[in-house]
């Protein structure tokens, strides 16, 4: 098992449009059983701890009466049940160090990726995967190095998937369309910019079959905020599910 000493540095990330906010954490990958667990377990304490107002009013917020329990859903989503409850949307991806997991603060779907620069070595097929666009935007973002610009739009792609429940089993990479970033993120206010900062946030749409198969996210409703580790990127993708 996780040891219980084994304490979460929680981010927060909040959306331009007031929407979340996201609390996400990591532990380093090793051989313990019930990481997710531990994961879900303290995300879910420190939006009650700061008193989140979706959740906090509640009643099922006692963890003795409604114990926290992750369940598959269709395609393999994770759910969250508290109780027989439905609780907050989470996400969870893997680095290669790291476990993260992600979970949300009002009623809005999420999904959580992370890529690496390695992961796009020799002939990776990029453009059948991404749009020349968005791929020379990612471009400048990074200043002009190929593998992190791919890892970059790999993590939004993923991250997307994951917010529409179904990964890559019924949408293509190409039919995520990755727009121009903006010009930061609410809440953040170091007075850097994004590019000082490696923090970007941008609007994603959706094409051919998924906008069919996807309705609700149709045009640019879904949002993404993508931070930089180093050589790899860590995305967060936000689709209200008020819309479905």
């Not at 409604?66 to 409850?85: A, N, Y």
């Not at 609780?87 to 990726?113: H, R, T």
């Not at 900062?197 to 905020?225: E, I, N, Q, T, W």
Request: hydrophobic share 40%.
């Amino acid at each position: 098992m996780v040891k219980d000493n084994q304490k979460l540095t929680v981010q927060t990330v909040n959306f331009l449009h007031g929407e979340g906010p996201v609390v996400y954490a990591s532990l380093p990958s090793g051989p313990w059983a019930g990481q997710r667990h531990h994961l879900i377990c303290g995300l879910w304490d420190h939006l009650l701890a700061v008193k989140n107002p979706f959740w906090l009013s509640r009643p099922y917020v006692n963890r003795d009466a409604f114990p926290i329990q992750v369940v598959q859903g269709s395609l393999g989503r994770p759910q969250l049940l508290l109780g027989e409850h439905q609780g907050p949307a989470i996400s969870f991806c893997e680095s290669s160090q790291n476990v993260w997991a992600a979970l949300c603060g009002d009623a809005c779907d999420i999904g959580i990726d992370v890529a690496e620069s390695h992961e796009f070595q020799g002939k990776y097929p990029f453009y059948r995967v991404f749009h020349p666009l968005e791929l020379r935007h990612a471009l400048k973002l990074v200043g002009e190095d190929l593998k992190k610009a791919a890892a970059l739009l790999w993590s939004v792609k993923e991250a997307v998937a994951k917010a529409l429940g179904c990964a890559f089993h019924l949408v293509d990479p190409q039919q995520i369309v990755v727009y121009p970033s903006t010009s930061g993120v609410a809440g953040e206010t170091t007075g850097r910019s994004a590019k000082e900062s490696g923090a970007y946030d941008f609007p994603v749409g959706l094409s051919g079959k998924a906008v069919k198969r996807f309705p609700m996210a149709a045009g640019r409703s879904l949002r993404v905020h993508s931070v930089s580790h180093g050589k790899m990127w860590l995305s967060i993708a936000l689709l209200n599910r008020q819309s479905q």
